[in-house]
T-cell receptor, first 112, second 113 residues
C-alpha cells in the first residue's frame, strides 16, 4: 500500500556534528516531498521541500536529497545545535490537493 | 503576514460529550484548510480537507465532522466523544496559488476521560 516511513525512530548526535534523517516512501507517483520539524506540544514547522524533478535542494544548514530510484528521502542538518532537538517528519504528496501523507517521525536529540 | 489560530489549546472532556474545535486563518483568502490528528508518538493523520466554504472532504471514517462556515474558518466537531478521540488536533492551511507547503497551527490537545 501507499506509505511513508522512517528508517530510525530515534537519532542522538553530539552538538556540532552533522545529522542525517532518512525516510522511505513507496508511492512512485508522489511528486512533492516536505520535511517538518515538531517541537514538543507545538505544531509542525516547515523546514524544506523538494519536487520530484529535483534530486537535491539546500536551505540554511539543511539539505534534502531525493533518490527516486530507491524511493528514498533524506534530511541533512549541518552543525547540529541543541535547538534542533525535535521530532522530524517527512511527508509526501500525490496530486493537486496537497493532502500530505506523513511518516511516523524521527526524534532527534542533540547532546551538548 | 498570514497567521493561523486554533482554540482551545487544551481540552478535557467526558465520554459522550460534544466537541467543537475552531481554527481561523488571517491574511489570506480562499485557503485550502486541513484538520489532522496526531496520536501520541505517531505521525499525522489527515481527517478533513476543504477547498472552499461548505466544501468538506472526509478522509477517514470516524466519529468527527468538520464544517467551514466562512472562508477562513474551519471547525471540527463531534456530537458524542469517544475515548479513542483523544489526541492532538492540528489545523493547517495552504495557499492553492503557491507551493505545496502546509502551515500548521499550534494544535489543540484533547483528552477524553
Amino acid at each position: 500500500g501507499e506509505s511513508v516511513g522512517l528508517h530510525l525512530p530515534t537519532l542522538s548526535v553530539q552538538e556540532g556534528d552533522n545529522s542525517i534523517i532518512n525516510c522511505a516512501y513507496s508511492n512512485s507517483a508522489s511528486d512533492y516531498f516536505i520535511w517538518y520539524k515538531q517541537e514538543s506540544g507545538k505544531g509542525p514547522q516547515f523546514i524544506i521541500d523538494i519536487r520530484s524533478n529535483m534530486d537535491k535542494r539546500q536551505g540554511q544548514r539543511v539539505t534534502v536529497l531525493l533518490n527516486k530510484t530507491v524511493k528514498h528521502l533524506s534530511l541533512q542538518i549541518a552543525a547540529t545545535q541543541p535547538g534542533d532537538s525535535a521530532v522530524y517528519f517527512c511527508a509526501e504528496n500525490r496530486g493537486s490537493n496537497y493532502k500530505l501523507t506523513f511518516g511516523k517521525g524521527t526524534l532527534l536529540t542533540v547532546n551538548p | 503576514s498570514q497567521t493561523i489560530h486554533q482554540w482551545p489549546a487544551t481540552l478535557v472532556q467526558p465520554v459522550g460529550s460534544p466537541l467543537s474545535l475552531e481554527c481561523t486563518v488571517e491574511g489570506t483568502s480562499n485557503p485550502n484548510l486541513y484538520w489532522y490528528r496526531q496520536a501520541a508518538g505517531r505521525g499525522l493523520q489527515l481527517l478533513f480537507y476543504s477547498v472552499g466554504i461548505g466544501q468538506i472532504s472526509s478522509e477517514v471514517p470516524q466519529n468527527l465532522s468538520a464544517s467551514r462556515p466562512q472562508d477562513r474558518q474551519f471547525i471540527l466537531s463531534s456530537k458524542k466523544l469517544l475515548l479513542s478521540d483523544s489526541g492532538f488536533y492540528l489545523c493547517a492551511w495552504r495557499d492553492p496559488q503557491n507551493s505545496g507547503e502546509l502551515f500548521f497551527g499550534e494544535g489543540s490537545r484533547l483528552t477524553v476521560l
